[in-house]
């Protein structure tokens, strides 16, 4: 039996509600899914049978057995978002009079610094692949469409021809919550673009018919995982380890900004809906800029 098999009612009747009310993303609405049927099994080993059922000293019981597993404190406050919104709806429903998670406080997280590589690092990555070998080919134009644009990898792997406009240099981008974007896409990825659809493309999908602008061989979307395995393999031939397409999007962000660009056009660029969001890549930029100070400047 699928796991979609097993939620119950109450659970469907969130999940399916998700989308229309917060535009969440399918990734996301998924995590939510997998988050509550864990809390469920928890309960039914503890003899609660349903989620409805579930008391405020259950939930707090719960966050502490996920932080003595090892979750982190980020994926507990996420468990806590997902159920409180769960319960929230509940009571919007009248299926439930009182909010267990009313009096609950959010683990307390710090914000870690996104990982970024330098643009040495990039030009390493960006020249990783070989390009006698036509995956390898699709993988640069990949690589440099990516740093470009900064996407997420979900938006690089979903790409469509008709999203791409070569004579005006941009791309639209269909991010979370099904929020359009235009992103310019640059000169040299635009050529890489170029020589892509003219050399290799075709040849990887033959006959098949196919609009995804990156397929696999056999001519089919490619997964996110499968681009996070290109992307380790060309990795490691450049020496850069734990890398993943995220680490490339914040490199992209971060140099953007050390080269001067404005937070609200980066905020833009990368489909935040929130300032506050892109405000973190100024952090990383001042620290950038203080290491770079404390090593060459005489009295650094």
């Given at each position: 039996m699928s796991r979609s098999e097993k939620l119950n009612d109450d659970i469907k009747t969130y999940v399916n509600g998700l989308w229309l009310e917060r535009g969440l993303s399918k990734n996301t609405i998924e995590s939510y899914k997998i988050d509550l049927l864990k809390f469920e099994c928890w309960l039914n080993a503890k003899g609660v049978k349903?989620?409805?059922?579930?008391?405020?000293?259950?939930?707090q019981d719960y966050i502490g057995y996920q932080l003595e597993s090892g979750r982190s404190p980020r994926s507990s406050s996420r468990f806590l978002s997902c159920v409180r919104g769960f319960y929230r709806s509940l009571v919007r429903s009248g299926d439930l009079e009182i909010d267990p998670t009313a009096d609950i406080d959010s683990?307390?997280?710090?914000?870690?610094?996104?990982?970024?590589?330098?643009?040495?690092?990039?030009?390493?990555?960006?020249?990783?692949?070989?390009?006698?070998?036509?995956?390898?080919?699709?993988?640069?134009?990949?690589?440099?469409l990516l740093y470009a644009c900064g996407l997420r990898v979900s938006e690089l792997t979903n790409?469509?021809?008709?999203?791409?406009?070569?004579?005006?240099?941009?791309?639209?981008?269909?991010?979370?919550?099904?929020?359009?974007?235009?992103?310019?896409?640059?000169?040299?990825?635009?050529?890489?673009?170029?020589?892509?659809?003219?050399?290799?493309?075709?040849?990887?999908?033959?006959?098949?018919?196919?609009?995804?602008?990156?397929?696999?061989?056999?001519?089919?979307?490619?997964?996110?995982?499968a681009f996070w395995h290109r992307i380790k393999l060309h990795g490691k031939k450049a020496g850069i380890h734990s890398l993943s397409p995220h680490v490339v999007r914040h490199a992209?962000?971060?140099?953007?900004?050390?080269?001067?660009?404005?937070?609200?056009?980066?905020?833009?660029?990368?489909?935040?809906?929130?300032?506050?969001?892109?405000q973190?890549?100024?952090?990383?930029?001042?620290?950038?800029?203080?290491?770079?100070?404390?090593?060459h400047h005489p009295r650094g």
């Open positions: 349903r989620l409805i059922g579930a008391q405020r000293s259950d939930i683990p307390k997280i710090g914000r870690p610094l996104p990982k970024v590589i330098s643009e040495e690092q990039v030009e390493k990555l960006l020249s990783a692949p070989n390009l006698e070998d036509t995956l390898h080919f699709r993988d640069r134009t990949m690589l440099e790409l469509e021809l008709g999203e791409i406009n070569m004579n005006q240099g941009v791309v639209r981008v269909l991010g979370k919550g099904n929020k359009e974007r235009l992103v310019p896409i640059g000169e040299e990825a635009l050529d890489w673009l170029g020589r892509y659809f003219k050399e290799s493309r075709q040849e990887i999908i033959r006959r098949s018919q196919c609009d995804v602008v990156f397929p696999t061989r056999s001519g089919r979307k490619m997964t996110r995982q992209f962000a971060t140099h953007l900004l050390n080269h001067g660009a404005d937070l609200r056009v980066l905020q833009m660029l990368l489909g935040h809906s929130d300032l506050t969001t892109t973190i890549y100024t952090h990383v930029a001042k620290q950038r800029m203080q290491e770079l100070h404390a090593r």
